[in-house]
């Protein structure tokens, strides 16, 4: 088949493409209509899957959510503002992830919760613990759930776009009808069903986007068709290729001859761009993956990890799934997307080139972030229409989440808890579907306040900015009580607000410059509380201790109360040495197996075989470690 490249790109799909985008969506969402009626039994089935989740179906399940249609944009916009290395903001987060699968699922899994807010009236006591899973409720379901609703949908709306010129709100009309009927109708096994059909449809449409792009890249360098030509020739002239920041913190390309910016392919930043490197490196893996609380990599685990480990049918389960999640999440799926994104830098060097090729899209909606919805244009006549399913599959298993999930922090956390706790389990579920509507309207709202997936992200981090040492102390500090948590949000939000303010009369702050001070603020305010602030009462926290077992000297005398009655034994406890192990062998085996693969896509073998023995060499402590935990779970 003969590749061009039109001036003016035509996106349109075939009889075969629409046929095949049906049946994906036939495929991803007629099983998930069998399950309305398990659902429908009880809270427990509409929001927690009656805790009997296998491990695979529980990790593919978390993969497939934080996959979502802005997924591919933000990384997207990431390689094209700051290099490869501008993935470093997510993948920092790799410790976060792995800390979770060894210090924290079997906790989480062991404290029979329904969901992570109930947590908070099992671990403190009084009036603040009601105070902080209430607030928490309506904070966190609606306003922070529907935020990130809002990006997904944005980014729905920049993608349809660009390839169909449709209008913002004809996209959140339809992909509203598709998530709400399902997400009411099937609660969390209907997520959990399509979720996993998806994944493998949204992988396999991202790998021919790379592959399609590469070839596009070999057309346009006329070096010929094929993908692999396309991928030599981007290594090449990419390779001699820079990102520096203009006056107004705008990135452009140059020649990197100078050393001034940041190398493109470079998997690391360049130090000697302080501010940079700050940003994008320095930051999360010094502070931010333990400090800063984020949907999905949450330190300590929360959210919909949470609701999936608390969903699991065993520990082993709930360790094995997350596992799974990591492993998925930071080696199988980053290499698609950073390849097209790399591509749409030869393919559109800058914004301008981006509207004149989409004429009929609006020039107010296109960013960085709209390189990868523009690239698609190269996928031939049924690729088309399985990359069209694909994105319909990420926007859907990321919206049917957060529907399902806040839904059931306003349900079961807020609702049933503090304005009808009488209620029926039926009359719960009927709520809980109109809550599902209600979040859609409110997210589709966001979305038309939202530029771009940056924007969004930076916002989203920042008021979350050190919290994320509470969500891992509580569990091994009993001193942390209700109220470190109410006065860490409350600082965060104001610092947060703050900032936002002074950026709005022309006062100029890096964004790694207000997380590092928002984050000490935060730190020092609910640490004082920690202090200062009424304590949790005894009984709640033996009562805790009784059921959680928590390790640590945190612990020390509530520990030496439990075991003077109720000796626990030596081989009952977790090995928190061993534990280490795990998390340690578990972050080498995901960073050197993801950057292994980025090397041999270079060229540059040696450092690929190398990268290979390390993952090797990890692998195998990893799976011993495992094997000793599995016994015990």
């Known amino acids: 088949m003969h590749l061009t490249l039109p001036a003016v790109a035509q996106i349109q799909l075939t009889t075969i493409d629409w ?43 978390m993969v497939a959510t934080t996959f979502s249609s802005d997924t591919p944009n933000w990384v997207t916009e990431q390689v094209r503002k700051f290099g490869v290395a501008g993935n470093w903001q997510w993948w920092a987060f790799v410790l ?24 908070y009236e099992a671990r403190y006591s009084g009036k603040a613990a009601s105070l902080v899973r209430g607030f928490r409720a309506v904070y966190l379901g609606l306003f922070f759930n529907c935020f990130i609703m809002g990006m997904v949908t944005l980014a729905a709306c920049k993608i349809a776009n660009i390839m169909f010129g449709m209008p913002a709100w004809q996209t959140i009309v339809i992909c509203g ?4 009927v399902f997400a009411a109708h099937s609660g969390l096994w209907g997520v959990l069903i399509i979720d996993m059909i998806q994944f493998f449809i949204k992988m396999t449409a991202v790998f021919a986007a790379a592959y399609f792009s590469l070839k596009a890249v070999a057309v346009k360098t006329g070096v010929g068709e094929s993908a692999l030509a396309g991928l030599h020739k981007m290594v090449e002239v ?13 990135p452009v390309m140059s020649d990197k001859a100078d050393g001034l910016g940041q190398p493109i392919l470079d998997i690391m930043p360049n130090f000697g761009m302080s501010e940079l490197a700050l940003m994008i490196f320095i930051v999360p893996i010094a502070i931010g993956w333990w400090a800063n ?21 065993s520990e082993k389960d709930s360790l094995g799934g997350t596992l799974f999640f990591n492993v998925a999440h930071y080696v199988l799926r980053p290499w698609p997307w950073i390849i097209t994104g790399l591509c749409s830098i030869i393919i559109f060097p800058n914004l301008d080139s981006i509207r004149a090729a989409f004429p009929n899209a609006n020039p107010e909606m296109i960013g960085h972030d709209s390189a990868f919805p523009a690239m698609l244009q190269f996928l031939p006549v049924g690729f088309m229409g399985l990359m069209v399913g694909g994105l319909i599959a990420a926007n859907s298993s990321t919206i049917l989440t957060h529907l399902n ?32 509507l209600l979040l859609y309207v409110v997210a589709a709202i966001i979305s038309y306040f939202i530029n771009s997936a940056q924007e969004a992200f930076q916002i989203l981090i920042g008021i979350g900015a050190g919290t994320g040492l509470i969500y891992i102390l509580r569990w091994f500090w009993w001193r942390v009580n209700a109220w470190c948590e109410v006065v860490a949000m409350i600082s965060s939000f104001i610092a947060t607000i703050v900032f936002f303010i002074l950026s709005k009369n ?13 984050v000490g603020f935060t730190s020092v305010c609910w640490l004082a509380a920690a202090f200062v602030a009424p304590q949790t009462d005894r009984s709640v926290l033996i009562s805790f201790y009784k059921k959680v077992r928590p390790s640590g000297p945190g612990w020390g005398s509530i520990r030496a109360e439990v075991e003077a009655a109720d000796p626990q034994p030596e081989n009952e406890k977790d090995n928190m040495p061993l534990a280490f192990m795990g998390w340690i062998s578990g972050c080498i085996v995901i960073w050197s197996s993801l950057f292994c693969i980025g090397k041999f896509l270079y060229g540059q073998m ?17 799976l011993r470690v495992i094997n000793r935990l599995w016994v015990k779970s």
């Not at 800390?99 to 992570?116: E, I, K, Q």
Request: aromatic fraction near 12%; charged fraction near 15%.
């Open 19 to 61: 046929v095949i985008v049906a049946a994906s969506i036939l495929i991803c969402f007629v099983p998930a209509l069998f399950v309305g009626k398990k659902s429908s039994e009880s809270t427990s089935e509409f929001f927690a899957s009656g805790q009997s989740v296998p491990w695979w179906l529980a990790g593919l399940s």
């Open 96 to 119: 976060t992830g792995v800390s979770t699968v060894f210090f924290f699922a079997r906790l989480w899994r062991r404290s029979g919760v329904m969901t992570d807010l109930e947590f």
């Open 177 to 180: 009808v598709l998530n709400v």
């Open 238 to 250: 990419l390779s001699t290729q820079q990102v520096i920041t203009d006056k107004k913190g705008v």
């Open 293 to 313: 609380w984020y949907p999905g990599a949450e330190p300590g685990g929360g959210s919909y990890i949470a609701q999936r480990m608390l969903a699991s049918k």
């Open 405 to 436: 999930w806040g839904a059931s922090y306003l349900v079961h956390d807020f609702y049933r808890r503090f304005v009808k706790p009488d209620a029926s389990e039926r009359h719960c579920v009927q709520v809980g579907r109109l809550c599902t």
């Open 506 to 518: 022309d006062v100029t702050l890096s964004f790694a410059n207000t997380t590092l001070m928002t």
């Open 606 to 622: 040696t450092e690929g075989y190398i990268l290979l023995g390390a993952t090797v060499v990890s692998g195998i402590v990893l």
